[in-house]
C-alpha cells in the first residue's frame, strides 16, 4: 500500500491549492481517504475525511467552507481543494487511508496508511 502525495507549494493568502494523492494496492472505494497537517512546533492534526463507501465528506471546523476534499474513482485519486488559503493553514500536509471511520477519524494513532508530506507554505 502506497500513498504518493503531491501539489504543495508557496501561496499567498488568499491564495488556493490543490493538493492530490494517489494510491497503489488499494482502491479508493476500499478504505476512508483524508488529509493531515502539521505546523512547525504543533502537533499533527486532522484536516479532512473522503468515506470510502459512500463518499461522504467529514471536515474540521477551521477548514470548513474553504476546504472541499474529492475523489476520483477511476484514477484512484483523491483531492484536497484549499481556497481562501490563511497563514495559519501552512504545514505539511500528509495523505492518509483509515479503514473505518467507525472510530477517533481525528486521531493521527488511527490512521491505517500515512503518505509522505507535501509542504504547503501560505506567506505574502
Known amino acids: 500500500v502506497q500513498l504518493q502525495a503531491s501539489g504543495g507549494g508557496l501561496v499567498q493568502p488568499g491564495g488556493s491549492l490543490r493538493l492530490s494523492c494517489a494510491a497503489s494496492g488499494f482502491t479508493v472505494d476500499d478504505f476512508a481517504r483524508g488529509w493531515f497537517r502539521q505546523a512547525p512546533g504543533k502537533e499533527r492534526e486532522w484536516v479532512a475525511w473522503?468515506?470510502?463507501?459512500?463518499?461522504?465528506?467529514y471536515y474540521t471546523d477551521s477548514v470548513k467552507g474553504r476546504f472541499v476534499i474529492s475523489r476520483d474513482i477511476a484514477k484512484n485519486t483523491v483531492y484536497l481543494e484549499m481556497n481562501s488559503l490563511k497563514p495559519e493553514d501552512t504545514g505539511v500536509y500528509y495523505c492518509?487511508?483509515?479503514?473505518?471511520?467507525?472510530?477517533?477519524?481525528?486521531?493521527?494513532?488511527?490512521?491505517?496508511?500515512w503518505g509522505q508530506g507535501t509542504l504547503v507554505t501560505v506567506s505574502s
Open positions: 473522503i468515506s470510502g463507501t459512500d463518499g461522504s465528506t
Open positions: 492518509t487511508a483509515l479503514e473505518d471511520l467507525d472510530t477517533d477519524y481525528d486521531n493521527p494513532e488511527e490512521v491505517d496508511y
